[in-house]
């Protein structure tokens, strides 16, 4: 028997037994925005299953079915969580969590759209495709469009993601401001990864806990300014993915 070396031994599908999810869906990274969330839904939204350590749920947004899952923590398991959500039915997908801003123009609780992601950690070199994955254009499209009005500052542009952040040292943070990029976090570049090869549409929304930029680690986690951003933005960002319909071909 002949084998495919590069074939993989455990293939993400849906099970005999498993409900299919809708097509749209979000990925929310922590349990507080998680929480939120939810409770945007005019119905609150049924909770489904788990995958892995997330929490899915199902509801009604707009007219449009939707899955939302969380929470989450970095690339490995954030594209375990994908994988699978994919596998189940999702096409359409906005990733929602925090990052450290690496410019003095992006401040705590702003709003970064990653336009792509310069690759620190270990799970989208797996993927066969482009070293710099990026969003989908018309669901980042749908995202901005969405945003006006809301009272947000939103800063588009690269994003570094990392697997270690105790070890985002000031020759990692001066490298990366060197090469224009905006903010660190722990999961987009593998996000991007699997969204190019599987054929989905994805998008990232950022908002900024923390600031690294002046080689100080300053943390903005209880800051009003924060809280309300990510408030402000679920609206916008259920929005933006019930508008999206899903394409003819990947």
């Known amino acids: 028997m002949r084998i495919d070396e590069d074939s993989?031994?455990?293939?993400?599908?849906?099970?005999?037994?498993?409900?299919p999810l809708p097509k749209a869906a979000?990925?929310?990274?922590?349990?507080?925005d998680l929480s939120l969330f939810t409770h945007c839904f005019s119905e609150y939204p049924e909770p489904v299953r788990k995958l892995f350590l997330a929490d899915v749920f199902v509801g009604t947004y707009g007219g449009v079915?939707?899955?939302?899952?969380?929470?989450?923590?970095?690339?490995?398991?954030?594209?375990?969580?994908l994988e699978k959500l994919i596998a189940l039915g999702a096409e359409t997908v906005v990733s929602v969590g925090w990052c450290g801003s690496l410019r003095s123009t992006v401040v705590v609780g702003d709003v970064v759209?990653?336009?792509?992601?310069?690759s620190e950690e270990g799970t989208s070199a797996h993927y066969p495709g482009k070293k710099r994955g990026g969003p989908s254009d018309r669901l980042v499209g749908a995202l901005k469009e969405a945003f006006q009005g809301e009272g947000l500052k939103v800063h588009e542009g690269e994003v570094w993601t990392t697997d270690a952040p105790f070890r985002e040292t000031a020759a990692k943070?001066?490298?990366?401001?060197?090469?224009?990029?905006?903010?660190?976090?722990?999961?987009?570049?593998?996000?991007?990864?699997?969204?190019?090869?599987?054929?989905?549409?994805?998008?990232?929304?950022?908002?900024?806990?923390?600031?690294?930029?002046?080689?100080?680690?300053?943390?903005?986690?209880?800051?009003?300014?924060?809280?309300r951003t990510r408030e402000l933005m679920i609206g916008p960002i259920l929005r933006s993915v019930s508008s999206i319909r899903p394409s003819a071909a990947p």
């Open 173 to 227: 943070v001066l490298k990366h401001q060197g090469l224009g990029i905006l903010a660190v976090d722990m999961e987009t570049s593998a996000l991007f990864a699997v969204a190019g090869f599987r054929g989905i549409d994805l998008a990232s929304v950022l908002v900024v806990s923390d600031e690294l930029f002046t080689l100080k680690w300053k943390h903005g986690f209880r800051e009003p300014g924060f809280r």
């Open 113 to 118: 759209l990653p336009m792509g992601a310069v």
């Open 65 to 81: 079915s939707m899955a939302v899952a969380g929470p989450m923590l970095g690339a490995p398991q954030s594209v375990m969580v």
């Open 26 to 32: 979000v990925l929310v990274f922590t349990s507080q």
């Open 8 to 19: 993989p031994l455990i293939i993400p599908r849906r099970g005999r037994r498993e409900e």
